[in-house]
Structure formats: C-alpha cells, structure tokens
C-alpha cells in the first residue's frame, strides 16, 4: 500500500486528488487549511487534516505531494519532513518553485519529482510535466510516474530550466482556452445567437477540433488549410486571426512570454 499526503487541496490538490481517489493500492491523507476544503477532501473519501502535526502518529508517507501556492511551500516542505523517510518521494506542482529551491527545507535523503500538471486532471485528461533531483532512482520515477498518468499525459524533462516555459504553456494554458470560450461564444452572440447555442458550438467546435488534431497526427497548419475554401468564410475569417501585427500569433507569444517571466519571478520571491 503507497500512504500518500498530499498538503494543500484547493483548485489544482483537488483536481488530482478527485482522480487519484480511485486508485487501488493507494491511500490518500491531506493536509489543508481550509475547513470547507477539507470537508470536500473529505467528501471524496481522503483522511483530511488542519496541519501535519494533527496526523496520526504512525502515518508514515511514501509520497508527499505539495499543491499549496509557491509563497507557502517552504513551510509545506519543512513539515512534511515529520513524515516522509530520508527514502520517500517529494513532490510538488507549485509554480516557479525549483528543486534546489526545495532541497533547502526538505534535507538531503528525499528524491524530488517538480511538476507542472493542469486542472484537467480531473478527469483525467492532465498534461504533467516533471523534472526529477539528481537523487531520484528509477523506481522514485516509476512512482512519481504511476501516480501522474492516472491524471492525464506525462513527460519527464531533464532540463528543469524548461519548467517556466512549460508553466506557461499547460499550466496556465487551460485559462487561455477557457478564454478562448468565453470571447468565441461571445462573438456569436453578437452575431445574433442565444447564447447557450453560441457557448455549445463554441465548446464544441474546441473540443472536436483539439480532438481531430490529437488523432490525426496531422499538422494543424494542414488541417486549418482543409477547412478554409479559396475567398470563402473561414478565409476571412483568418485574414482577422493572422493579421501579422495583431493576430493571434502575436498575442500569444506576448501571453506565454508573461506568463513564464511570472513564473521565474515566483521561484525568486
Ligand atoms: N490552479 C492551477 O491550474 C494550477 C496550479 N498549480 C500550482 O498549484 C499550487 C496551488 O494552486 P491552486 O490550487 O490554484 O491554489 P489554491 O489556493 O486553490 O490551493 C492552495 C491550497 O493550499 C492550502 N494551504 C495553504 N497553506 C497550507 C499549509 N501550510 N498546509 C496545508 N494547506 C495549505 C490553501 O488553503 C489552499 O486550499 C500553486 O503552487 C500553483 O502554482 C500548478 C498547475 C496548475
Ligand atoms: O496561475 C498560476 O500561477 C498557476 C500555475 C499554473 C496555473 N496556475
């Protein structure tokens, strides 16, 4: 049986958490602040606790997996060590926080999985990127692995300087996406739809087209070309989306570039 502790259960500890529940030969206890999250952990069947001084004293964690914001996982990685063997695995998914940044507080015996995963975790539909210490052995992996892909798609990175870049990336990206939603469905209302039918098509169309692109393997540049007919809508359309000074290209490198500086900022707060 795999203990795992996991500190810190608001948006993105409950996301993972909701599907790791489900797994056998594990079993959950969290550490969370919050009444009213706790009782949420609860609810989906983890022993929840106020602090790491209120577990049980036998509990002994195989894993502890940080998802409290980067300010307070300092104080997170300290006390986790009341509970995690010199041979346990630390994990964390806060932003900016890097692995030396950890080892500081967690002492020199525990391997560390650093990882950068998104609120689909919670159905399953994750992106995880991870960066393990130079301490971890294969099996630290295989079980940073086994957890991770019950929420979604893995990759291990060997260069944790690429972790900013990442966060900005699927960390974040879930936001821009629903964004995305929000100003698509929009601009159908606008052009007289209700809007129920306008945030249908517009999830929709995300949805089947993310979809199409992920089975397909195709290159979506290939794919956006068989939508668009010579002088027809869509290239109208793209004349708005790929203006070279304003389109969309642009906006979202500007977007990433903000969201990695924000990234490399926090782990030097
Ligand atoms: N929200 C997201 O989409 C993603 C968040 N992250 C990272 O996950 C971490 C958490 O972010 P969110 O879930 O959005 O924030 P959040 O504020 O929803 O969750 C953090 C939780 O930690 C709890 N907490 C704070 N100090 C604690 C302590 N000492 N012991 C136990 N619990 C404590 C808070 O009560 C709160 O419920 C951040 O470091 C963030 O960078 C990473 C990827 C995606
Ligand atoms: O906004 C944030 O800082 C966190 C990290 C990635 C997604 N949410």
Redesign the pocket.
């Known amino acids: 049986m795999t203990q795992v502790l996991l ?9 993972m958490l909701r599907t790791w529940i489900g797994m056998e030969g594990h079993r959950f206890a969290v ?4 009444e009213s ?1 706790r009782q949420r952990a609860e609810s989906v069947g983890a022993q929840a606790y ?3 001084s209120d577990l049980p004293v036998d509990l002994a964690a195989n894993v502890v997996v ?5 300010q ?2 300092a ?2 990685v300290a ?1 986790s060590r009341a509970v995690l063997g010199q041979d346990g695995l630390l994990m ?6 890097t692995i030396d940044g950890m080892r500081q507080y967690a002492g020199e015996g525990p391997a560390i999985v650093r ?5 689909p975790a919670a159905i399953g539909e994750g992106m995880v990127v991870c960066c393990a210490s130079a301490n971890a052995r294969s099996s630290d992996r295989a079980l940073a692995l086994s957890l991770l892909s019950a929420i979604g798609r893995v990759a291990f990175i060997e260069n944790e300087s690429l972790m900013d870049a990442v ?1 900005a990336m699927s ?2 990206g ?2 821009y996406v629903f964004h995305l939603l929000e100003a698509f469905s929009a601009a159908g209302v606008a052009a007289g739809l209700p809007e129920d039918l306008a945030m249908t098509l517009a999830k929709q169309t995300v949805f089947g087209a993310a979809k199409l692109a992920l089975a397909s393997g195709a290159d979506p540049a290939v794919l956006r070309e068989q939508v668009t007919s010579a002088h027809g809508t869509t290239a109208a359309a793209l004349s708005v989306l790929m203006n070279p000074e304003v389109g969309l290209a642009v906006l979202f490198r500007r977007a990433v570039e903000a969201a990695r500086h924000r990234s490399l900022e ?1 782990g030097a707060e």
């Open positions: 500190i810190g259960a608001g948006n993105m500890g409950f996301a550490v969370e602040v919050n999250l106020d602090a790491v940080i998802a409290t914001k980067p307070a996982v104080d997170a006390d964390s998914v806060a932003a900016g926080i990882c950068m995963p998104n609120t966060t960390g974040s879930p936001a926090l």
